[in-house]
C-alpha cells in the first residue's frame, strides 16, 4: 500500500464554526419561548385566547364589531368555568354557567371571586379557551384577566367579562368553553420552595 | 507485532510515557487509550444503570407494595434511564469512535486530543453527581434522587427536592462532554482522513457517526437550555414553566422532546454504521447500496429534527398539529425501511457464518424490527391515545434502545476485541451470552406490550391483579437478562487477559483500513498514512 507523510491541518476555523452551530442551538431554546407564544397567540394553538392576557391585551382598542356583522343565523353555547389554583384562599365562580350567543355579538358576563383569607392577596387570572381552533375566534374586549387583581381581607367582587365570538369562527362549532385558573402572584414562589422544603 | 498492548496498561514505549500508572490514564491523550476508557466506564455503568432496574422489577414482581416507598421506586426509574443513556450507551458510542475512527479513516489520531481527554474525564463527576443524592439522602440529606422520569416534565419538576438540581448539573456536564465528543469527530472525520479518501468512499461507520455529531451539536444545546429555564424557574423566580406567571409547562415538554427524539437517533446511528461493516464481513460479500445507506442516514437525521411532538400527542396539541407529527413520524420509517432492505441484501445469497458478532447482528435486525413497527403503530394519533404512558411504550422502545442499542453495541465489540486486545475472545461463551440474552430480553419485554394493550400504565410501583402473571414473567426475564451480562463482562476481562492470538485480520472477509494494523495495533498508528486509490 501506498504510504505518505500526514500533512498538518489546522482545526481552529472548522472548531470556531461548530462551536458557533453549538451557541446557536443554545439560543435557539431562549428564542423558542417567544416564538411559541406568538404561535399560540396567533393561531389559538394550546387554546391562548387572541387577546394577550397581561394588561393592555393586543386587541382592547377594537371597537365592538358593527350590528350587521352579526351572524343571527346560528347560536354558539358559551360554557364557563373557573379553578382557583393552590395557594390561593379565594373562591371563584361564573354568575351564569353558559349563555348561547350569536357570532359577533358583544356579551357581558361575570365571575364572582371572594378572598376567604383575613389579608389582602394579589391574583392573577390565565384564560384558556378549548377547543383550541375556537380560541383565535374568542375576542375579549374587557376582561378581568388583563390585570392583576387585589382583593381586601374577606372581600368579594364581580368581577367582569365582556367579549365576542367572531363570525369567522367555524360552522362545526357549537360549544365554546372558556375556563380560568387564578394564581396566586406574591405567594407563589414562597409556597413552592415550602413544599419542597416541608417533604 | 508490537509490544505495546494498550488495552492492559503496559508501558509506552513512544513519547507521551511521562507518567505510569493511573496518572497516565488522567493525562493520556491517545486515542486508543481513550477509547479504552470510554468502554470501560460505559460498562461499568450499563451495570449500575442494570442494578437500579433489577430492584424495580424486583418491585413490579407481584402485586403491591413489598420492597419501597413509591417516592424510591421514582428515582430508581429516572435515573436508570438517565444512565443507561448518558453514562452507558453514548460513551460506548464515543469509545467506538475513539479506538476505531482514526484507525478507519487511516489517521493518526483524533484531531483535538487534549479536548478528547477532558471529553472523558468529565464522565465520572457527572455519573457521581447523578447518583450522589441516593447516598446522601441515606445520611439524611435531601430526599433522594431525581423522582420525574428522565423526561424531567415540568412542573413536577419545577418543585421536586434537590435530586433535580443534582440530575441537572450533571445534564449539563454530559452535555458539555459530548459536544466535545462530537466537535472532535467532526474535525477528525473533515480533516484528517487519509489522501484519496473521499466523502463517499468513507466507512459507513464514520457516516454514521458523523450525523450522529451534527444532531448532538444541534439538540443537546436546547436540552441545556430547556434545563437551565428549569434551574432558574426553581431558584432565581423566573416563569418559563409557570402558568401563573404566564409560562406554559407544555413549552417544556417542546424544547425536552426537540432534544429527546433525535437523541434515539443520535444513540442508533453509530450503530447503524457499524451493522454493514459486521453483515458484510460474515457474508464475505460487499455492503449492499452504500449509497443508499448515506442517504438515508441523512435523511434520518433531518426529519428526526422535525416529528418531537409524537411523544405528547396527548398534551391536547391542536388538530393540525397532530397530523404533521403523525405523518412526519411515519415518513422517518421510510429511510429506515431503506437500511433494513440493505441489511438483508448485504446478506443475501452470502457465504455466511454465525460466529457472536453476526449473531448479534442478526438478532440486533429481528428485533429493532419490532421496535420500528410498533412505531409506527404509536405514531398513529388516534391509537397512541389508548397507548401513551402504557407498558406498551416501554416495551417499545426497549426493544428500540436494548435491542438496537445495546446489542447494535455489543456486536461492535464482539466484533472488534480481537483488533483491541490481540487475543481472541472465548467463541463459547459468546455464543452462550448471546442465546441467554435474546431469549431472556424476549422474556422481559414481550409479555410488556400485552400488559400496555391490556391498560397497565407505566412509572407505577403497584398494579392490578390481573397483570399479575406477566408482571412475574417479566421479572424472571430481567433477572436472566441482567446475571447473564456477568458473562460478557468476564469474556471481555478474559480476552484482554489472554487468549488465542488474533491475525491482523481478524476475521476471514473483513475489509478496511483498521485490518491493515496488527492486532493490537501500535499504540501510534497510521503516522504515515495509507493513500486510498
Ligand atoms: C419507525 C420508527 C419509530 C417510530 C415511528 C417511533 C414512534 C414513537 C412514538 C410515537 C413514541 C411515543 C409514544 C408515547 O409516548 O405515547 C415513541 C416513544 C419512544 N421511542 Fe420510538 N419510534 C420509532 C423508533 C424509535 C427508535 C429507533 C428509538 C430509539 C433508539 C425509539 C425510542 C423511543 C423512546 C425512548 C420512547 C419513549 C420516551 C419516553 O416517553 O420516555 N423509538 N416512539
Ligand atoms: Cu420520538
Partial sequence: MEQVQPTPRNHSR???KLLLLVAGAFLFAFALVPLYNVLCEVTGFNGKTSAGFASGGLKTELAP???SRVDTGRLIRIEFTGTVMPGLPWEMRPLKVSMDVHPGELQQISYLVRNTANRAITGQAVPSVTPGQAAQHFEKIECFCFDQQTLAAGEAQEMPLAFIVSPEVGRDITHITLSYAFFSIEGQRQTLSATAEAR | MNTATTANGHADPHGEGHYSGPLRWLTTTNHKDIGTMYLTFSLIMFFVGGAMILAVRAELFSPGLQLMQPEFFNQLIGVHALVMIFAALMPAATGFANWMLPLMIGAPDMALPRLNNWGFWLLPPAALLLTMPFFLALFGIGDGALATGWTFYAPLSVQGGMGVDFAILAVHILGISSIMGSINVIVTIFNMRAPGMTLMKMPLFAWGWLITAFLLLATLPVLAGAVTMLLTDRHFGTQFFDAAGGGDPILFQHLFWFFGHPEVYILLLPVWGLMPHVLATFS???????KAQ?????VIGVLSLVVWAHHFFTAGLPVPA???FMFSTMAISIPLAVLFFCWIATMWKGAMTFETPMLFAVGFIVLFG????????LADVAADAQYHHSYFVVAHFHYALFAGGIMGVMTGVYYWLPKWTGHMYSEKLGKLHFWLTVVSFNLTFMPQFFLGLAGMPRRI?????????FNAISTVGAMILGFSQLLFAWNIWSCIRGGEKAEPRVWEGAEGLEWELSSPPPHHSWEIQPVIK
Fill in chain 2, 294 to 298: 448515506v442517504y438515508s442516514f441523512i
Fill in chain 2, 284 to 290: 464475505r460479500k460487499p455492503t449492499y447500496g452504500y
Fill in chain 1, 65 to 67: 364589531a358593527p350590528a
Fill in chain 2, 370 to 377: 419490532i421496535a420500528g413497527l410498533t412505531g409506527l403503530i
Fill in chain 1, 14 to 16: 472548522l472548531v470556531v
Fill in chain 2, 461 to 469: 410501583p403497584d398494579y392490578a391483579l390481573q397483570f399479575a402473571e
Fill in chain 2, 322 to 324: 397532530l397530523i404533521y
